[in-house]
């Protein structure tokens, strides 16, 4: 009687640690997640900003002017023009 007591307060306590330690690994997890989570939202303000500068930089108007002020390019003349059909 005394060893089947033995071993049930064996099994209660392994069992008790078992606990102990899933709920550890758990909130560690669940810590990891959080971080994660909040790197992956800065992560889309990030793009977002991104996005943004580049349509601000790629602006037609922005980039028509820099093209007449720094490398002095017009439009062409419509005696310049020339059309090409495709061949069949």
């Not at 500068?53 to 980039?63: D, Y």
Request: cysteine-free; aromatic content about 6%.
């Amino acid at each position: 009687m005394i060893r089947a007591d033995a071993f049930l307060v064996a099994v209660v306590v392994a069992s008790a640690l078992g606990v102990v330690a899933s709920q550890h690994q758990a909130r560690k997890l669940f810590s990891e997640l959080e971080r994660e989570q909040a790197r992956a939202h800065g992560l889309e303000v990030e793009w977002d900003q991104l996005q943004l500068e580049q349509s601000t930089w790629a602006a037609h108007a922005r980039v028509e002017k820099i093209a007449r002020e720094r490398i002095g390019m017009r439009a062409p003349v419509p005696g310049q023009v020339f059309s090409i059909e495709g061949v069949k």
